[in-house]
């Protein structure tokens, strides 16, 4: 089947801009995460959505990353006034269960380059 | 809060030499281990898990895995490397209760796996 899908898979971009990310999770993942890739920095939590519950933004960096999860499936997650420090890959991940074994399934990433 | 260290950000192996890659992590409550590769590219894939049972677990590719609580350590480890192996690959952990934090994978920096003709 499909699996996790992300949009657009390259984002050049200019500082100061706005710039907006798209995953399409697995069809019947109820669990969805955002991640960032720095360079040498690993995997970076951001952001998670479950269900119907208020999301767990304690990972957004700063109050100008925002994200979105419409009719528990597709998300979006924007960013506002780009800085070269926000220059990463940005990963999407779903998962069916949220028990603790979290077997998480991640898309390919948007790489993001703000100039 | 858990957090994972692996040890050697780069590995240089020669093809069909066997590889360690090591992983530490430090937690407060117990945790289920995972390790997950990712091609150039590419997303992150998961390679094996560890749950509850048996420490030694096998995943895909060739590659295992063994839990040692004692010293707190899930090393990933394959007999023989084929060049396909260059990648990247992650250790995590997630806690092993349900409840508020549960869902996070925590991952380490990552190692980078070359295989060398």
């Known amino acids: 089947g499909a699996g996790v899908s992300q949009s657009p898979s390259n984002k050049v971009t200019e500082k100061g801009k706005d710039v907006e990310l798209r995953c399409d999770p697995i069809?019947?993942?109820?669990?969805l995460y955002w991640y960032r890739q720095s360079l040498g920095q690993g995997l970076e939590f951001l952001i998670y959505?479950?269900?119907?519950?208020?999301?767990?933004k304690s990972g957004l960096p700063s109050d100008r990353f925002s994200a979105e999860r419409t009719g528990g499936s597709v998300s979006t997650l924007t960013i506002q006034r780009t800085q070269q420090e926000d220059s990463a890959v940005y990963l999407c991940?779903?998962?069916?269960?949220?028990?603790?074994?979290?077997?998480?399934?991640f898309g390919p990433g948007t790489r993001l380059t703000v100039l | 809060a858990q957090s994972v260290t692996q040890l050697d950000s780069q590995v240089p192996v020669f093809e069909e030499a066997p590889v360690e890659l090591r992983c530490n992590y430090s937690s407060s409550v117990s945790v289920y281990l995972f390790w997950y590769v990712q091609y150039p590219n590419q997303g992150l894939q998961l390679l094996l898990k560890?749950?509850?049972?048996?420490?030694l677990v096998k995943g895909i590719n060739g590659f295992e895995a063994e839990f040692n609580k004692s010293q707190t350590s899930f090393h990933l480890r394959k007999p023989s490397v084929h060049i396909s192996d260059t990648a990247e690959y992650f250790c995590a952990v997630s806690a092993r209760y349900s409840g508020a934090g549960s869902y996070q994978l925590t991952f380490g920096k990552g190692t980078k796996l070359s295989v060398i003709p």
């Open positions: 069809s019947g993942h109820t669990a």
């Open positions: 959505f479950q269900g119907n519950s208020a999301p767990d």
């Open positions: 560890y749950l509850s049972g048996s420490t």
């Open positions: 991940a779903s998962s069916l269960l949220t028990s603790g074994t979290n077997e998480q399934f």
